[in-house]
């Protein structure tokens, strides 16, 4: 059961706060991504585009799963930008109950609630499995 104290909507003062830290988080992750597009020689990304990915080498596929995940948080800062604009951030998307004040200090970018993300990941995890049978089937 969570704890009543996790259950404290963020008060408008701090959703203010974090969207000030969204918007910075944002900021550096842009940053990071443009960097690491300027060390990259576009003729290699062009046909790196055109290849399965697990043709390519393992250190081009750790650049492309490095930049899935930063697109990933992007859109994920995104979604909660504009839940803040929507007056929603404290609400569960999946259940509309309250997020809570920790969890959302700790993520900034949460949009379920504790309860929510676990059974969230619970499927996550179930389907990752089922994928890594099915890869070792292939091979
Ligand atoms: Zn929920």
Do not use: W
Request: with cysteine.
């Amino acid at each position: 059961m969570a704890d009543p104290l996790e259950l404290e909507p963020l008060s408008d003062a701090q959703v203010d706060q974090q969207r000030t830290s969204l918007l910075e988080k944002r900021e550096r992750v842009l940053a990071a991504v443009k960097s690491a597009e300027q060390n990259q020689d576009p003729d290699e990304l062009r046909v790196a585009d055109e290849m399965d990915l697990s043709s390519v080498g393992y250190d081009q596929a750790f650049e492309y799963r490095l930049r899935d995940r930063d697109a990933t948080l992007l859109k994920k800062i995104d979604k909660a930008l504009r839940r803040i604009d929507a007056g929603e951030y404290n609400f569960c998307e999946e259940c509309d109950g309250v997020i809570g004040a920790p969890r959302l200090l700790a993520r900034p970018e949460a949009n379920l609630c504790i309860d929510c993300k676990e059974k969230q990941e619970h499927v996550e995890k179930m389907y990752e499995k089922r994928r890594q049978r099915m890869t070792s089937f292939e091979m």
